[in-house]
């Protein structure tokens, strides 16, 4: 049973840059959520997506923007980067009716020099 | 919107003894209240979470209380192992906004 996967595992960008990272949800799961969690801080939610839609969304600019793939699959793509962006990117994978419970990846950890 | 306060954000026991974090949360809406454990360099592992209609739970040597009127909530680890070390992070759910999270306990087990 495959867990939750994110790629790639680190990167390092210049401001003004545009990423774009990768998720793939634990075997069964049909939810995704994009957390960013800063040095010594606890994540901080950014979006969910559930049938290829943004359904909730945190207190983040519209530089942050998603996608959801017909394989429930995820991309978190971030525009005109800034120093501030640095930090590491946790996708969450859940089941829709139970979308609080959800099971983390092991992160993208995005370096803005 | 939510906001969640974590105490302590160290706390050192002696291996064997005792560990209780404490997490108190504004939003009465919130319904779901679960506890992850981050060790250094890995992901949030969900260890364990109640449901608003729940009082306590407890898996093995963990256990967590829910009191919903005062709202605060509490994770209890007893008999400390050094492999219990880790930051440990509250959050809570159910509003609009996914999973709001503590700012985590640093949790240190002292050989």
């Known amino acids: 049973d495959a867990g939750v996967t994110q790629s790639p595992t680190h990167l390092i960008k210049t401001r003004g840059q545009q990423v774009t990272l990768r998720c793939s949800p634990k075997s069964g799961h049909d939810t995704v959520s994009w957390y960013q969690q800063a040095l010594g801080q606890g994540p901080q939610f950014i979006f969910q997506y559930y049938e290829e839609e943004e359904r909730q969304r945190g207190n983040f600019p519209d530089r942050f923007s998603g996608h959801q793939f017909p394989n429930y699959s995820s991309e978190l793509n971030v525009n005109a980067l800034l120093l501030g962006d640095s930090a590491l990117y946790l996708c969450?994978?859940?089941?829709?009716?139970?979308?609080?419970?959800?099971?983390f990846g092991p992160g993208t950890r995005l370096l803005v020099l | 919107g939510e906001n969640v306060e974590q105490h302590p954000s160290t706390l050192s026991v002696q291996e064997g003894d005792s560990a209780v974090i404490k997490c108190t949360y504004s939003?009465?809406?919130?319904?779901?209240f679960p506890w992850y454990k981050q060790e250094l360099g890995k992901r949030p592992q969900l260890i364990i979470d109640i449901r608003s209609n729940v009082g306590e739970k407890k898996d093995q040597r963990i256990a967590v209380t829910l009191n919903k009127t005062a709202k605060h909530f509490s994770l209890h680890i007893t008999e400390t192992q050094p492999e219990d070390s880790a930051v440990y992070f509250c959050?809570?759910?159910?509003?609009?906004?996914?999973?709001?999270f503590g700012k985590g306990t640093h949790l240190i087990i002292q050989p």
């Open positions: 959050a809570i759910g159910g509003g609009a906004d996914g999973l709001t």
């Open positions: 939003d009465s809406a919130s319904n779901y």
């Open positions: 969450a994978s859940s089941i829709y009716g139970r979308q609080e419970t959800q099971y």
